[in-house]
């Protein structure tokens, strides 16, 4: 029998027997994996033959005797090997080696075993997708080699595809380990941006606590200086208005009692405006326990040029204040916010020759809104500034004049009354703040 193995070293020399032997050893291959081979031939003689040989090598064999079959059952069952007769009834060899080529994510080798000899024919059946031909009667030996070398290119097919099919699983798990990433490095992201913007929350409002503590003790410590003082000079004039009104008769020198008329009712002005001052500083240093009510916005526009505008000012205020209902609001707040418009329209103005900042408000019946809008005729700012004067700590003005925060607390405030501001500005030619107020 031709598989069996040879047992001394001197055949092993042999070109021949070295030969058999290694088809031997591949036959044992054969035998050791249990190979399943399917012969398709429609004569059963042929059959016989082929499935005694595949039985003598340990492979299983089965059989069909048409095309048709043959790929029926290699559709449904694990199938090694073909050995394909070409002429047979209802689908020929041809045919179902094609067949058998097509089906999806497998390597079945198919050798054709014919009787024909004519190359045409033969080079036919390897257009169709066969891998080899054996011609009948079939030598067992070259069937044998045929068969191991198909066997050794299926399995390098095979550990081939199955390289393929890891790699790919690894490139999904690479691809999704990649996701993940991308996703925790995403909400990283926006972590740090929440992060960052609650920091900056709390600096506003630690800066915002800061102005408004160094308020409450310039206030509590200006009113606490000044109004001992003050009740001082109010007494003393109220006395030397009585003093100047009694001797009125007796005295001749006219001019010299109007005078000095005249100086004590500006000394009386000017006690007045200290006094009210003061009160509105007071006002300011509330504002964190600020209490809403019925609140005339005209009245905190005055309030505000009070404070921010003196005599001594080197540019014209003009006020057109309508009439307005009041707003549901506190005077702390509104003040806050007005000042620091009209304390940047003052800056704005600085250096102009005849600078002018306009104020004015009315009611806007159809929103139910009153509208506050404060222009300047000062430097106005260029417009790739714009996007980012309301930003907290934006300044372009020298280290010490401005932290930047004036219109970020203007903006807080008129956002917790539902209401908008807006702001136009031309380099050079001045800037309007438009506050729009529910009613
Ligand atoms: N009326 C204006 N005219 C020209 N520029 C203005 C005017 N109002 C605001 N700006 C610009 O917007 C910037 C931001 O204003 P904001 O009031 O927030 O801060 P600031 O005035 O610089 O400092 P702070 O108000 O905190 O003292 C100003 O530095 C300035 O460049
Ligand atoms: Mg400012």
Known sequence: MQTSQPNNTETMTDPVIKKMHNHVHWAKDIQQKGLNILITDDDPMSRTVLSGF?????????????????????????????????????????????????????????????????????TKAQAYGADDIVSKPVSHELLLSKINAMIRLKYLYDREKSLVLHLEQKIKERDIANHRLLKMHNDLKR??????????????????????????SLAGGMAHEINNPLGFIKSSLDNLKKL????????????????????????????????????ILKDLSNVSRARHGPLDVNNSIRNAIEVVHSDESNYDIQMALGKIPPINSSPEEINLCLMNIITNARDAVAEKESGIISIKSFYYADNQTIVIQITDNGIGMPEKIMPRVFDPFFTTKPVGKGTGVGLTLAERIVKRHDGHIYLTSKEGQGTTVTVVLPV
């Not at 941006?193 to 102005?211: A, C, G, S, V, Y």
């Open 54 to 122: 595949i039985a003598q090598s340990g492979a299983k064999a089965h059989e069909v005797d048409n095309g048709q079959a043959a790929v029926e059952y290699c559709q449904s069952n694990p199938v090694d090997l073909v050995l394909m007769d070409l002429d047979m009834p209802k689908m020929n060899g041809f045919d179902a080696t094609h067949e058998i080529k097509r089906i999806k994510d497998q390597f079945i080798p198919v050798i054709v075993v014919t009787t024909y000899e004519d190359e045409t024919i033969l």
């Open 191 to 216: 972590l740090v941006e929440i992060k960052t913007n609650q920091l900056r929350q709390k600096d506003i409002e630690l800066l915002e606590m800061d102005r408004i503590t160094s308020l409450y």
């Open 244 to 279: 100047v009104m009694g001797q009125w008769n007796d005295t001749h020198n006219l001019q010299d009692f109007e005078k000095a008329i005249r100086m004590i009712m500006r000394m009386d002005k000017g006690v007045k405006r200290i006094v009210n001052i003061i009160n």
